[in-house]
């Protein structure tokens, strides 16, 4: 009895609970946290695959991932009972996403047309060539006044005119008024509040941001911007801020989770924005940088939309309310980071898992002079350079995997570095200190060596679970749930790791250099437009100087052999 009394009370001193769907590039996440104090009391994660079915190309299946977040919440449903703590505390949901990966579907079935064509796809690489040479002098900032972002097979827009040219069923989707557009977010937010029976078709700012259709000034889809990327404004999700009721959770009843239906969901933020909200950066001058499948840094640059002059992207850092006003951040993309570990497994078998990486780099304590520029999605902030590719220098018989391995982590530290010095060019007050969070900040040797390589001390916080809290405290904030309070007075203090640099300073400059120039040597490798031939695949005759080349070399051997032949 006593037990159970003591169980009963335990239920009532958590009070309200908020939950998080963190989808990301490689797995999903359900998170709930304790509204009060921003503990983390249970969560699950679950891998997504990702389908490379030809070079350049990167898709994920958006029935797997929509799976994926049921089966999440069901597990985390599961442990919160045998914890002894009550689902039906949980107040609101909120949902952060891997941005720009892009999706269609069908209104009428419910069914995805085509995989979701994921952020770091280069298939569109001729779409940009395209676009950027009809532009006055051929400028990539072209559109950049309105979106804030270069013209780059990074961001959405691209994407879907791909599908729309390239997908029949996509096609006439569009043309039967039957197709939906949406990013991972309003795909999960449609399909969780009900799908073809009445499922909320929204985005949030931060989302749309990233499409290159939306205008970051009038925080609306621009229809100049639909009409250059010929993109039918009726399939776009409705626009909406980062924290109000979106819709209510609709889930089986047979299912342990089917008590969550009815919960709001009420916060939606872009994973990169909802870790800013969660490492609280909410003061202009607030910096964070996440390490996941790729890397990213956000520095808050409060309520005017700060354009950079050094390769960074403006983007919408938040809005969190209906009538709150929109904050905004200056950004660096780094397109591989955690993916040079998954490479090294995955690819090469050099290590079984990502721990073994800090353990081998670790035994050397060095690369020996090899850099690793892991272009393999061409280089992006601060150069926006999509004809690069990866390239591994400096090679010797010394080198063994062990010096792959350093320099693959040095790696990601130098790929920061550059977009720090961009971002405190652009803002003219250098940050003293980075606030770091993401799945590789649990690589101690990284962060050490990424204060060695930035001379400013790199500080991790104890619950690294940033995306998701961010995500979670938009939700409980929203306006009509209000569980969680966002004033500076109400929010708990983090405790934190602080790496401080141990090297001199000239050490890591001369690293540095050298960095630089391994970059230069990864640049301008995929010269031409390739050009498919009839089975689809790319030809070398694509390249009008190369098909003579190699044409004038065939005639000279055909000729050298005839006059060989008459000589004999």
Not at 310 to 318: N, P, Q
Not at 337 to 352: M, P, R, S, T
Not at 395 to 415: G, I, K, Y
Not at 545 to 561: D, E, R, V, W
């Amino acid at each position: 009895m006593t037990g159970a009394m003591a169980a009963s009370s335990d239920r009532i001193m958590l009070g309200p609970l908020v939950a998080a769907v963190d989808q990301g590039t490689s797995s999903t996440r359900f998170l709930v946290f304790n509204a009060k104090t921003a503990e983390l009391l249970s969560h699950h994660q679950v891998e997504i695959k990702q389908s490379f079915p030809k070079e350049g190309w990167v898709e994920e299946d958006p029935r797997e991932i929509l799976q994926s977040v049921y089966e999440c919440m069901e597990r985390t449903c599961e442990k919160l009972t045998q914890l002894n703590i009550d689902i039906s505390n949980i107040k609101a949901i909120g949902v952060t996403n891997q941005r720009e990966t892009t999706l269609v579907w069908d209104k009428e079935t419910g069914e995805p047309l085509y995989n979701a064509i994921v952020w770091l796809d280069l298939r569109t690489q001729s779409t940009v060539e395209r676009l950027i040479n009809k532009t006055p002098g051929r400028n990539k900032n072209h559109l950049k006044h309105k979106t804030g972002l270069p013209i780059s097979t990074y961001f959405s827009a691209v994407k879907l005119r791909w599908l729309v040219d390239n997908v029949l069923e996509v096609h006439e989707a569009v043309q039967s008024h039957r197709a939906m557009f949406g990013t991972i977010d309003s795909w999960l937010i449609w399909c969780l509040t009900g799908g073809r029976n009445g499922g909320v078709h929204c985005t949030d700012v931060t989302n749309a941001s990233r499409t290159m259709l939306f205008n970051i000034h009038t925080m609306d889809w621009d229809p100049e911007l639909c009409k250059y990327f010929d993109i039918p404004m009726e399939i776009l999700p409705k626009v909406r801020s980062s924290s109000e009721i979106y819709g209510l959770m609709r889930i089986s009843s047979s299912l342990k989770s089917g008590s969550l239906t009815g919960v709001p969901i009420s916060g939606c933020l872009g994973d990169q924005s909802a870790a800013l909200v969660g490492q609280m950066c909410f003061q202009d001058g607030h910096a964070k940088n996440t390490y996941g499948t790729g890397c990213f840094l956000l520095r808050n640059t409060g309520l005017k939309p700060v354009m950079s002059d050094h390769g960074l992207l403006t983007t919408v850092a938040y809005k969190l309310g209906r009538d709150k006003p929109a904050y905004y951040a200056l950004e660096g993309s780094v397109a591989i980071a955690g993916a040079v570990v998954q490479w090294l497994k995955d690819n090469l078998g050099i290590v079984q898992s990502s721990v073994e990486i800090e353990n081998l780099a670790a035994a050397v304590g060095t690369s020996y002079g090899c850099y690793f520029v892991p272009a393999f999605s061409g280089l992006y902030a601060p150069y926006w350079e999509p004809s690069a590719r990866g390239i591994i220098c400096g090679l010797t018989q010394f080198t063994n995997r062990s010096h792959l391995a350093f320099a693959a982590l040095e790696a990601v530290c130098f790929q920061t570095r550059e977009i720090l010095d961009a971002m405190n060019q652009d803002s003219g007050i250098p940050l003293t200190q980075l606030q770091v969070d993401g799945g590789m900040t649990s690589n101690r040797l990284l962060m050490q060596l990424q204060a060695d390589i930035l001379c400013i001390p790199v500080v991790k916080p104890s619950m690294p679970e940033t995306t998701a809290l961010g995500a979670a405290m938009a939700a409980g904030a929203a306006e009509g749930v209000s569980v969680w309070s966002l004033k500076p007075e109400d929010l708990t203090a983090v405790t934190c790791e602080k790496f401080e640099p141990q090297i001199n300073p000239e050490e890591s400059e001369f690293r540095y250099a050298r960095w630089k120039k391994a970059v230069q040597k990864a640049m301008n490798w995929e010269t031409t437009e390739p050009v498919a031939n009839g089975n689809g695949e790319t030809s070398i005759f694509s390249s009008v100087p190369l098909g003579f080349y190699i044409l004038g070399s065939m005639f000279m051997l055909i000729g050298a052999k005839y006059i060989a032949g008459h000589h004999l």
